[in-house]
């Protein structure tokens, strides 16, 4: 996944990918546990995908956060 395809996301959608890509990261590693799975560097590539959307979840959060005081002070 680029970053470009996960700034075009929504905050929800995010959480929803994340929620899924560990899902699926559950999958591989059991499924590479019990046989050895045909490309096993998909396993990387899923984390890497998932501290991915961690990070942009983590920056829209400390926007969110860094907005908010402002918009309280403007409004006194």
């Known amino acids: 996944m680029k970053t470009s395809e996960i700034l075009e996301l929504s905050t929800e959608e995010i959480v ?6 560990k899902a699926n990261l559950t999958k591989l590693k059991f ?7 045909e490309n096993p560097s998909r396993i990387s590539k899923v984390r890497k995908d998932i501290a991915r ?3 942009e979840l983590t920056k829209r959060k400390a926007a969110d956060a860094a ?4 918009s309280a002070s403007e409004t006194e």
């Open 16 to 21: 929803a990918r994340i929620s899924e890509e």
């Open 31 to 37: 499924a590479h546990t019990v046989s050895a799975i």
């Open 53 to 55: 959307l961690n990070t």
């Open 67 to 70: 907005a908010a005081p402002q």
